[in-house]
């Protein structure tokens, strides 16, 4: 395959809005490496090291959230954005209005 390696993250212990991603990134085999990040425990679940981190995390990119998804030059964070990214680049995106 001549696909590169793309990075995702998302927190380490949620499915949330990343297990979407994830689905389609296995789904495609595309090669990637998942850092989840760290969150505290229930009920709060602080999010401290994440905004401690994030704005070096992303250093390069101007609205670092969760989760992202880095793949050569292109950074993209929004799980809707990263998916319609994903879905042009695998072509699983409609490309008429009946698909």
Same mark, same amino acid.
């Given at each position: 395959?001549?696909? $590169? ?8 212990? #949620? $499915?949330?809005?990343? !297990? =979407?991603?994830? &689905? ?9 490496? /998942? *850092?989840?990040?760290? #969150?505290?425990?229930? =009920?709060?679940?602080?999010? %401290? ?5 994030? +704005? *070096? *995390? &992303?250093?390069?990119?101007? /609205?670092?959230?969760? =989760? +992202? &998804?880095?793949?050569?030059? *292109?950074t993209l964070t929004h !799980?809707?954005?990263?998916? %319609?990214? &994903?879905?042009?680049? !695998?072509?699983? +995106? =409609?490309?008429?209005? %009946?698909e």
């Open positions: 395959s001549n696909l $590169r390696m793309v990075e995702f993250s998302y927190w380490g212990e #949620c $499915r949330g809005y990343g !297990h =979407p991603i994830r &689905l389609m990134l296995e789904y495609t085999a595309s090669p990637y490496t /998942f *850092t989840g990040e760290l #969150c505290g425990p229930p =009920p709060y679940y602080h999010k %401290q090291e994440w905004l401690k981190n994030k +704005y *070096t *995390t &992303l250093s390069d990119y101007d /609205f670092p959230n969760l =989760p +992202y &998804l880095r793949d050569g030059e *292109t !799980h809707i954005a990263i998916m %319609q990214y &994903l879905g042009r680049k !695998h072509g699983l +995106y =409609p490309v008429i209005e %009946q």
